[in-house]
């Protein structure tokens, strides 16, 4: 992860090394896989999660045997006996930064046992569900590139589209909807040939917390290994 940014985490793997490009097409097309299973087709024009799913794969450029296969996993067309499903897991890092993790995996136990070490090792704390996540509200985001479109622009169509708010990060404009709004916002923009970077659901932190300089230093290294783990596939926290 490249500082603590969500957004940021996301630019860093679209320029990720060769070394890692495996593991990150391994992260995108089991979320290919749960969004053709959950849709109950392969079709992203009557999928829009799918369809969100797939955009994301490119975005990294995935081979397009990749997602054909991926989706044919998720729709029962390919069988490969492997049962993959979504896992949230929360957290402390250095500092009491809170941590919500969002994994994609076909073994349970294995990531389980494998966040609580790395988080062990970065000096956080693993603790049960509901334990971090009332400081954070769950939303949908749909997010533009500042070099693509004016904030200005942005800022107007926002308000017509429905969403509940934005702010902006670095060179990102954060579109912030509610959670059964996401689809309807994003397809909204789209509609204007506004092309957003993702649109998915995720979180913001209701409650922040200030680490001091030396734990900022701990919680990078942290959300790093994190990042890195092949089952991770989102990282929250609520740093200001």
């Known amino acids: 992860m490249s500082g603590h940014s969500h957004w940021a985490t996301h630019k860093h793997q679209k320029s990720i090394n060769d070394a890692k490009r495996g593991i990150i097409f391994t992260k995108y097309g089991r979320l290919i896989t749960i969004a053709a299973r959950e849709g109950g ?48 897991y929360e957290g402390y890092g250095p500092g009491q930064t809170a941590l919500i993790i969002e994994t994609v995996t076909d073994n349970r136990n294995r990531t389980v046992s494998e966040i609580k070490s790395i988080l062990t090792k970065g000096n956080g704390k693993f603790v049960t569900a509901g334990a971090v996540s009332f400081m954070f509200r769950r939303v949908g985001l749909v997010t533009f590139l500042l070099e693509k479109y004016s ?37 909204y923009f789209r509609k204007k040939d506004f092309l957003c970077e993702s649109a998915e659901l995720g979180y913001i932190p209701l409650q922040t917390a200030t680490p001091t300089e030396e734990n900022m230093v701990s919680l990078e290294k942290l959300l ?17």
């Open 41 to 88: 087709n392969g079709n992203p024009d009557m999928n829009f999660k799918l369809r969100i799913a797939i955009d994301q794969a490119k975005s990294v450029n995935m081979p397009k045997e990749n997602i054909d296969r991926a989706i044919k996993v998720g729709t029962g067309e390919s069988k490969d006996g492997v049962q993959i499903e979504e896992i949230l």
């Open 151 to 187: 904030a200005e622009t942005l800022e107007n169509e926002t308000l017509e589209s429905g969403a509940d708010d934005f702010f902006v990060e670095e060179n990102i404009f954060v579109v912030v909807t509610a959670v059964d709004k996401l689809q309807s916002v994003e397809e």
């Open 224 to 240: 790093e290994a994190l990042d890195e783990h092949q089952d991770v596939q989102r990282i929250w926290n609520n740093l200001p």
